[in-house]
């Protein structure tokens, strides 16, 4: 049968570690010697093949000679095909069938979904624990085919793929632990479920960037579904209910939520959505991907309970009694203004007379002078001005430059300010 046009694996792989390309031995791999074979094989003689191969965005469209992937590939366990050409699963099994410890395999931005996965070809990927399927546009029934045929399946990548509904697998896929299903079109809970039945040992689930709109399942189903589950991203879904958050504490193990850049928390501050979400999941240890300690635990849930205790009794969710019986009834907090002073009153003083004013702190002593001048009658030139701090031991002490700013001398309400006429 003639081999499909375009660039081989095979070719590629000489090409980029060929001894003139790739000289020295990189990373966990080795060098494969392979004698030239009579036919006049165009193998190099030596390559430097790590272990992890990275051939993507080199146009492979076939495998090429099985046996040179055999002889060159037997210690490969990680191999990187994304963004290549490759649209029959037939050339993909060739390749990996001959990679026989392979453990991870990238097919991101293949073309694959031009033709069908067949069980027979399948088979040859079941060694593999991480498959990355990132926009192939893989249909769920070539999903299906990998599921069954790979017993040992860890990690499923599936995002980009334009998937709008879930498809039950005929058999539940007990190995996997780590399914990245986000930028898709999922946006009904029903669809979502569906992969709680297919993977029950299922530990993380990333669903960002699908619009999904509401967890719409009862708190015993959902711990059914999701019995392992142990963190879930839900990063810009379309989540706007306080009552979806409340119901992630049905997941038995949860313990790691994401859940930036939904429609609930966008009327809110950044430090009243990480408060607010903390005292509600009281099962998780970490948030958005920063870890949650004790400390910042109570704060968040006394902060829950300050934030509810105004609002309408049939308002207040039941998670604010649960912190009532914890940390019983709170004080509200005592509003401080942190800000600087503008201005105070002082008593000023000259020739026995006393008079009360009020005076900026934002002013020099120079344009206090100007601002006294018709209250003391006297010229700038010929004042002279002493602060008296009320609790100074020292006594009065003269304001002789001019330039310096009145808040320098930390002047007080009730402070003295003592004016006198220079001597000539």
């Not at 501050?269 to 998780?284: F, H, N, Q, V, Y």
Request: proline share 6%.
């Amino acid at each position: 049968m003639d081999q499909p046009s375009g660039r081989s694996f095979m070719q590629v792989l000489c090409e980029k570690y060929s001894p003139e390309n790739f000289p020295y031995r990189r990373g966990p791999g080795m060098g494969v010697h392979v004698p030239a074979t009579p036919q006049g094989s165009p193998m190099k003689d030596r390559l430097n093949l790590p272990s992890v191969l990275v051939l993507n965005s080199c146009g492979i469209t076939c495998a090429g000679d099985e046996n040179e992937i055999a002889a060159f590939c037997a210690h490969v366990s990680e191999l990187d095909l994304s963004d290549n050409k490759l649209e029959d699963w037939h050339e993909v099994s060739k390749i990996v069938s001959n990679v026989p410890h392979l453990e991870f395999l990238n097919l991101s931005s293949n073309p694959l979904s031009l033709s069908v996965l067949e069980r027979r070809c399948a088979g040859s990927f079941a060694g593999v624990r991480k498959l990355v399927l990132n926009n192939s546009k893989a249909s769920w029934e070539t999903v299906h085919t990998i599921l069954q045929e790979l017993p040992d399946l860890e990690e499923l990548f599936l995002c980009l793929n334009d998937y709008e509904t879930v498809s039950c697998s005929p058999v539940c896929c007990q190995s996997l632990k780590l399914l990245h299903i986000t930028d898709n079109n999922l946006q009904d809970w029903t669809e979502i479920r569906k992969l709680g039945i297919m993977f029950p040992s299922l530990d993380t689930l990333i669903l960002a960037n699908n619009n999904l709109t509401t967890i719409g399942e009862s708190e015993d189903s959902l711990a059914r579904l999701f019995p392992n589950l142990r963190s879930i991203n839900l990063h810009k879904s379309g989540l706007h209910c306080w009552e979806d958050i409340d119901k992630l504490n049905s997941f038995p193990k949860l313990e790691e939520v994401k859940l930036l850049g939904i429609p609930l928390l966008q009327s809110y501050t950044t430090e009243e959505r990480r408060k607010l979400l903390i005292a509600r999941l009281p099962s998780i240890v970490k948030l958005n991907g920063s870890i949650v300690g004790d400390g910042e635990r109570e704060d968040s849930e006394r902060f829950f309970i300050r934030y509810y205790m105004e609002f309408p009794e049939e308002e207040v969710p039941f998670r604010y009694h649960e912190l009532v019986t914890k940390y019983g009834k709170l004080e509200p907090l005592a509003v401080v203004d942190l800000r600087p002073q503008s201005s105070v009153k002082v008593e000023v003083h000259f020739q026995g007379k006393v008079e009360e004013m009020s005076i900026r702190l934002d002013q020099t002593v120079a344009e206090l002078k100007k601002h006294l001048k018709t209250v003391v009658q006297l010229s700038t030139s010929n004042m002279l001005l002493f602060y008296l701090d009320q609790e100074a031991p020292f006594g009065p002490e003269e304001m002789k430059y001019s330039s310096r700013a009145l808040h320098s001398y930390g002047i007080r309400d009730g402070d003295k300010i003592y004016v006198e006429p220079r001597m000539k």
